[in-house]
Nanobody
Framework: VQLQASGGGLVQPGGSLRLSCAVS????????IGWFRQAPGKERVGVAC???????FYKDSALGRFTMSKDNVKNMVFLQMNNLTPEDTATYFC???????????????????????WGQGTQVTVSS
């Protein structure tokens, strides 16, 4: 199993980034998946998630600015981030984590035995 996040970088306030997550070892048709972030000195928090049937949920911090999508054929997950602010500076992770995703109201396909897998993270820095 592997989740490989990429696409982070340095961007000015108001700018955009598109994060990608390459998934292997499980099917996005069956598993819910989410994006999480951890800022320096802070706890890791959820950003957005997508259920196995493609319904999405966004935390307030992401609502209206971020868009999550996935390609089940290519096993890829994306996070389009627009109008970035310095408060978005963090390491971003993609993950399938039953309790974390359930808390964000994202669900797995019925009958799926959920497992917890986390990627290594990609750094996003928003600064002028």
């Amino acid at each position: 199993v592997q989740l490989q996040a990429s696409g982070g970088g340095l961007v000015q306030p108001g700018g955009s980034l598109r994060l990608s997550c390459a998934v292997s070892g499980f099917s996005l048709d069956d598993f819910a998946i989410g994006w999480f972030r951890q800022a320096p000195g802070k706890e890791r928090v959820g950003v957005a998630c997508m259920s196995s049937w493609n319904s999405t949920f966004y935390k307030d911090s992401a609502l209206g600015r971020f868009t999550m999508s996935k390609d089940n054929v290519k096993n890829m997950v994306f996070l389009q981030m627009n109008n970035l602010t310095p408060e978005d500076t963090a390491t971003y992770f993609c993950a399938t984590d039953f309790w974390a995703l359930t808390e964000m109201k994202c669900s797995y396909r019925a009958g799926t035995i959920p497992k917890n897998y986390w990627g290594q993270g990609t750094q996003v820095t928003v600064s002028s």
